[in-house]
């Protein structure tokens, strides 16, 4: 009786530690987790190529976390993880799908970035996609149908250009070309030579002529300040003589001044006008009493 009652309890531990086991095992693939610490991050994808809940998050290729959610919204997909407490993420963190194994599994990769501040974990951030496997295979089977296309049109091309350097009348245009090339190094080099001796005068003259202007200038250095302060000067004051000019000229026209009162004004004018007439008069009695008898003045 005691020995099938110590079996029992032997098959009773071995039970139940195959179940507690089973459950730790379960709970680490499954990323079970009794900490409620974990900090959780929202990451906007356009494209989790299969990415699951339950997935790895890796941060430097270290496993820390774990995919907690997939919301498939219009046009972006919405990835929730879950991280373990005390990951330093910045604020220039880069989130990324990448590609766990061979076998195609994904994976959520965390660059935590060097930035001086932190990052907002309740803020959504933006990943990216890393091309796999898989997704380069596609690639390649969309550009199967157009690689005999573009190894046609490569192949016109080649043949245009072959026929087009096998032209005869080419070929003699670049020979002849290269004829004239050579044949006008030749004179320029035999310029260059039956000229040496000029063109190191020459070289000559503008190297004493520099050095003349410059000593020019060092020699009347104060002088050539003092005319340019004295030009400025000159500038300045027929710039305030403009200025005068200008204000004499707005005076004038506004009749702010003798000048534009005599010019301006309609009445004085018609008198002037007036007083001209009568004056015209006068002359004219006069010239003809003198044509006759005489200046006549009666003065009574």
């Known amino acids: 009786m005691k020995d099938q009652r110590k079996t029992d309890i032997k098959v009773g531990l071995t039970v139940i530690v195959s179940i507690l086991l089973f459950i730790w095992i379960l709970g680490w693939a499954k990323n079970f987790s009794l900490n409620s610490n974990r900090s959780g991050i929202t990451i906007k994808f356009q494209n989790v190529a299969g990415l699951e809940i ?38 220039d963190a880069v989130f990324s799908i990448m590609m766990l194994d061979l076998m195609g599994g994904k994976k959520v990769e965390i660059l935590p970035g060097n930035a001086s501040d932190k990052l907002d974990t309740k803020q959504l951030q933006n990943g990216s996609f890393s091309a796999d496997v898989p997704s380069v295979m596609v690639m390649i089977g969309k550009l199967e149908n157009e690689l005999p296309q573009m190894f046609k049109q490569v192949n016109t091309t080649l043949s245009s250009l072959n026929e087009y350097l096998g032209d005869k009348n080419l070929q003699s245009d670049v ?118 008898e005489g200046v006549n003045v009666d003065l009574f």
């Open 175 to 292: 020979k002849a070309s290269a004829s004239n090339l050579v044949a006008i190094s030749v004179q320029l080099k035999d310029i260059i030579n039956e000229n040496r001796n000029q063109i190191k005068l020459l070289t000559s003259n503008s190297a004493e002529l520099t050095s003349e202007a410059r000593d020019f200038f060092a020699a009347n250095k104060e002088s050539l300040h003092t005319t340019i302060n004295d030009v400025s000067a000159l500038i300045k004051k027929t710039d305030t003589f403009i200025s005068k000019l200008d204000a004499l000229v707005v005076e004038t026209k506004d009749q702010k001044n003798t000048a534009g009162r005599l010019l301006y004004d309609d009445k004085l004018f018609s008198d002037l006008k007036e007083t001209l007439g009568n004056v015209k008069e006068l002359i004219k009695v006069l010239t003809e009493q003198l044509k006759n």
């Open 54 to 91: 339950g997935d790895n998050v890796t941060v430097n290729g270290v496993r820390k976390g774990f995919v907690d959610d997939v919301v498939l919204k219009s046009d972006f997909v919405l990835v929730k993880v879950s991280l373990e407490p005390n990951i330093d993420l910045r604020k």
